[in-house]
T-cell receptor, first 112, second 107 residues
Framework: EAQVTQNPRYLITVTGKKLTVTCSQN?????MSWYRQDPGLGLRQIYY???????DKGDVPEGYKVSRKEKRNFPLILESPSPNQTSLYFC???????????FGSGTRLTVV | EDQVTQSPEALRLQEGESSSLNCSYT??????LFWYRQDPGKGPEFLFT???AGEEKEKERLKATLTKKESFLHITAPKPEDSATYLC????????FGPGTRLSVLP
């Protein structure tokens, strides 16, 4: 089944404790992206990658890091999480350009 | 700044009561307009892509249309299972999502 897999689905952590949210896709998509979704603010792009070893900032990149060492994986790293990073996070992938995204199921992160 | 707005913010319909959702955008160089459905706590699910004014796409009770500055998602004879948040997004230089319309269909 074609899908984007994110882990974990739920995560509660403390301020300052480094964490990684994994994302993997099995559709050979070149384009991958991370979004956060907050009530009243909609989906906002954090980082995106157009291909292996090519990443770029989206609209809200502060406090996040990404890497794209392999085509299928695009982990999101929070080096020192803060409470304002409490949110619902989605990984998405596509063939690139104006083609529709396939989204993961989401990771609900709470930073206390 | 490129923007996407959606109206109404929320919509309640009786089962079978047809209606339309609106997506308006200010953008230069539109390369694609997308509609997604999102159920609570889940990732958005792709519905349609529209590329040029005048284009229409249909899927079951849903029909999406596109003009130069807006898109409509028409819902014909909706059922309770159509209840969800509907998101539109445009692709110019990058994707920009609208805030969504929360649709509730009452039996």
């Amino acid at each position: 089944e074609a899908q984007v897999t994110q882990n974990p689905r739920y995560l509660i952590t403390v301020t300052g404790k480094k964490l990684t949210v994994t994302c993997s896709q099995n559709m050979n998509h070149e384009y991958m992206s991370w979004y956060r979704q907050d009530p009243g603010l909609g989906l906002r792009q954090i980082y995106y990658s157009m291909n292996v070893e090519v990443t770029d900032k989206g609209d809200v990149p502060e406090g996040y890091k990404v890497s794209r060492k392999e085509k299928r994986n695009f982990p999101l790293i929070l080096e020192s999480p803060s409470p304002n990073q409490t949110s619902l996070y989605f990984c998405a992938s596509s063939f690139g350009g104006p083609s529709g995204y396939t989204f993961g199921s989401g990771t609900r992160l709470t930073v206390v | 700044e490129d923007q996407v707005t959606q109206s109404p913010e929320a919509l309640r319909l009786q089962e079978g009561e047809s209606s339309s959702l609106n997506c308006s955008y200010t953008v230069s160089g539109l390369r694609g307009l997308f509609w997604y459905r999102q159920d609570p706590g889940k990732g958005p699910e792709f519905l349609f892509t529209l590329y040029s004014a005048g284009e229409e796409k249909e899927k079951e009770r849903l029909k999406a249309t596109l003009t130069k500055k807006e898109s409509f998602l028409h819902i014909t004879a909706p059922k309770p299972e159509d209840s969800a948040t509907y998101l539109c997004a445009y692709y110019g230089q990058n994707f920009v999502f609208g805030p969504g319309t929360r649709l509730s269909v009452l039996p």
